[in-house]
């Protein structure tokens, strides 16, 4: 069973940056389709971001241009570098891998927070 930690999340004000990572505990790292997701309070999570295992990138309309992720296979680690954030960008940030049989796991989730 996977297991995914997140990190990096904080406090920062509008049009500043944030990076938050991901480790994942799995031996078969390089072949999971890694994504993140959002859950404003209030809202229901929405996605944010994929990344195959070919290191192909997909990207939520609203985060597109101001977002990247990228994946580190030797480190078992995707990160997601945050730009020019807004205040509506403001969540509990999660971690969600999907391996080849199609099991899904999610980490425990790690608060951003935009002020404007």
């Known amino acids: 069973q996977v297991q995914l930690v997140e990190s990096g999340g904080g406090l920062v004000q509008a049009g500043g940056s944030l990076r938050l990572s991901c480790a994942a505990s799995?031996?078969?790292?390089?072949?999971?389709?890694m994504g993140w997701y959002r859950q404003a309070p209030g809202k229901q999570r929405e996605w944010v971001a994929r990344?195959?295992?070919?290191?192909?990138?997909n990207y939520a309309d609203s985060v597109k241009g101001r977002f990247t992720i990228s994946r580190d296979n030797a480190k078992n680690t995707v990160d997601l570098q945050m730009n020019s954030l807004r205040p509506e960008d403001t969540a509990v940030y999660y971690c969600?891998?999907?391996?080849?049989?199609?099991?899904?796991?999610w980490g425990q989730g790690t608060q951003v927070t935009v002020s404007s």
């Open positions: 799995t031996s078969i790292f390089r072949s999971i389709l």
């Open positions: 990344i195959t295992s070919g290191s192909r990138t």
């Open positions: 969600n891998s999907n391996d080849p049989l199609g099991r899904s796991v």
